[in-house]
């Protein structure tokens, strides 16, 4: 089963256990016999994206990740090694997800996007979940890697696919977006999302959202909307909120009172 980190401390106490796990091992001779770190990363790795064939993804080995093309969205999960892993110690991986978009990139750089990024939406595997915990998985131990590595197939299978799910084409993107956390996350940067798949009224909740979220740059928000509407902003924003704003401007978006 993953270990779960739901808080600072317990970053820091995974950090702590991991060091003193991999201690032992640092600036010595590796046992013959015990199994390297890359290779029991990259096995495992492979494993959990051989279970994903048959679903359309693709394994690059060069690039610890899977990945499929849906619609205009390309869907990727990438595993990242601890930086503590040790052979014969301490070999844990982490999983991440991400939904990119060509077609989006090129959208946000014609129309002046808050970023422009071809990044639909990335976060850790474990964000995704109803506990909204990072997750780490063991991989050290060969009697308990293949229940590991099932762990990790479930997690994919369990709570990245139906994320992957809501961006399978731009209608379903449209229709879930505002229920997506990992999208709405970041308001700002999803109101191209919204505009870019044609949903105003999506568009109009993530201005809700931006301004209920960030009560810090409200007073900022309605000024520089007052001053742009006067005075448009012409070529690159100074910043990711004066784009924002200009986006609201330029799509006639209605502004919360």
């Known amino acids: 089963m993953p270990k779960k980190l739901a808080s600072l401390d317990d970053h820091v106490q995974d950090i702590t ?37 048959a679903d359309g993804f693709k394994w690059a080995k060069s690039g610890l990740r899977f990945s499929r093309k849906a619609g205009p969205f390309t869907q990727i999960v990438s595993f990242q090694a601890d930086s503590a ?88 993107l449209s229709t879930h977006l505002l229920a997506r956390p990992e999208i709405t996350r970041f308001p700002d940067w999803a109101l191209d999302i919204a505009l870019w798949v044609g ?7 993530l201005i809700k959202i931006f301004l209920e979220s960030r009560s810090d740059l409200a007073a900022f928000f309605y000024q520089e909307y007052q001053r742009q509407r006067q005075t448009p902003v012409v070529g690159k924003a100074a910043n990711r909120y004066q784009a924002f704003v200009r986006l609201c401007i330029d799509a006639s978006l209605q502004i919360p009172a």
């Open 85 to 172: 892993n040790t052979s014969g110690h301490h070999v844990a991986v982490a999983m991440h997800a991400q939904v990119k978009s060509a077609a989006l990139e090129k959208w946000r750089q014609i129309n002046h996007g808050v970023t422009d990024s071809a990044t639909v939406w990335t976060t850790q595997a474990g964000y995704l979940g109803p506990a909204h915990t990072y997750l780490k998985w063991q991989l050290v131990d060969a009697h308990t890697r293949a229940d590991e590595i099932q762990s990790m197939i479930e997690t994919v299978r369990g709570i990245v696919l139906p994320a992957f799910d809501a961006c399978s084409s731009m209608e379903s």
């Open 17 to 53: 256990e991991s060091r003193g796990r991999s201690h032992a091992g640092r600036f010595q001779a590796v046992p013959e016999g015990t199994e390297l770190v890359g290779d029991v990363v990259l096995d495992s790795c492979s494993a959990v994206a051989a279970a994903f064939a």
């Open 199 to 205: 949903n105003k009224q999506a568009a109009e909740g």
